[in-house]
């Protein structure tokens, strides 16, 4: 069960680091047009890499998903890239809460089992 709790906290965290970028992207559509703005995105790669240091998760739980750095390109905002990730990262998330269900529902086994 420890192992499930330890995979609910991973999963929490990367919907956080998700629900973060779709806003991210939803401020680059929204500012499309704004002089000066300059795009903001997540970079999954550098905050995934630092999930299995027990330093960096505890750190990252302690300061939360705002704590995670926005990837500042100098590129101007296109709005169909922008959607597209919307989409990728749509899908993202819906694979997350799938993984969540899933270990919800492997507590609710165990509990059950140990009636």
Known sequence: ??????????????????????????????????????????????????MNSPLETKLSEKLGPSA???DQGEERVNPANELLKMQENSILYSMATRR????????????????
């Open 100 to 115: 969540m269900s899933n270990i919800v529902t492997e507590m609710k086994t165990v509990i059950n089992v140990g009636k």
């Open 68 to 70: 995670i750095a926005m």
């Open 1 to 50: 069960m420890y192992t499930s709790l330890d995979s609910m906290g991973k999963v929490t965290l990367m919907m956080d680091l998700i629900s973060q970028r779709q806003r991210a992207l939803g401020s680059n559509v929204a500012n499309v047009d704004t002089p000066g703005y300059i795009r903001q995105d997540i970079d999954f790669g550098q905050y995934l890499s630092t």
